[in-house]
């Protein structure tokens, strides 16, 4: 008998056949997101991840956006792909997209300087958390979602088109809808490699 309950955790796959919702579930996501962003975890408390729920035609125009940069920079069968790919994500309902807040980061960073060198890791790793968290909790509710790094691509001119301030930096996008599509069976590299016990 496992103690922890897999399905929940088991429910939350990378899923890129998305679709639309009822407008009635942008609460429900929106709420969500609000959820996680105040129980994440954060070293030292920070709370320097900031997230933007893109709907409607903001969704729609972010990954328009994204397949102008790709068509700019790819060609051929990668462009191809990536056309199959962006096509997805724009089917979806929304994208929440994570970001840090730099000035957070430099805060801290002269206000703990003993810890300079690891803050931007841990900083991450607590968007990580609050990324991982709002994936799980859309899970539960039954709503699809994967996780996408176009950052380099968009980040140019985003924060200007959502009027967002500077020091927020583009950490990741997640597109999230009906789940059309149940991804592939999962492969796992065997536990007995990967985990340890000493008792
Ligand atoms: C830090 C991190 C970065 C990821 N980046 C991407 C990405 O850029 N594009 C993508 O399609 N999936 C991305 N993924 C999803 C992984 O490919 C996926 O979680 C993995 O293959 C396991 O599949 P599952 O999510 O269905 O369990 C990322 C996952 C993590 C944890």
């Given amino acids: 008998m496992n103690c922890i309950e897999q399905d929940s955790l088991s ?10 919702l009822s407008s009635a579930a942008d609460h429900c996501v929106i709420d969500t997101v609000g959820d996680c962003l105040l129980h994440c975890p954060t070293a030292f408390n920070a709370q320097s991840a900031r997230v933007a729920v893109l709907l409607g035609r903001f969704h729609r125009d972010f990954w328009q956006k994204v397949w102008e940069k790709m068509a700019e920079n790819i ?16 089917a979806a309902h929304g ?11 430099a805060a801290f960073k002269k206000k703990f300087s003993l810890y300079q060198k690891n803050m931007k890791s841990w ?22 979602a994967s996780l996408q790094h176009y950052n380099e691509l968009i980040a140019d001119g985003l924060n200007e088109w959502l009027d967002l301030p500077k020091s927020w930096e583009l950490v990741a996008q997640m597109p999230f809808g009906s789940i059309q599509k149940e991804p592939a069976a999962k ?9 340890r016990v000493f008792e």
């Fill in 123 to 144: 900083f991450g790793q607590g968007n990580g958390i609050l990324q991982y968290m709002v994936w799980q909790s859309l899970a539960e509710n039954e709503i699809g």
């Fill in 187 to 195: 492969e796992f590299l065997p536990l007995e490699e990967r985990l």
């Fill in 95 to 105: 994208t929440i997209l994570f970001f840090e807040d730099t000035k957070i980061l």
């Fill in 11 to 20: 429910r939350r796959r990378s899923i890129y056949g998305l679709g639309k």
């Fill in 75 to 90: 060609s051929g069968n990668n462009l191809k792909n990536a056309k199959i790919r962006n096509d997805g994500f724009a």
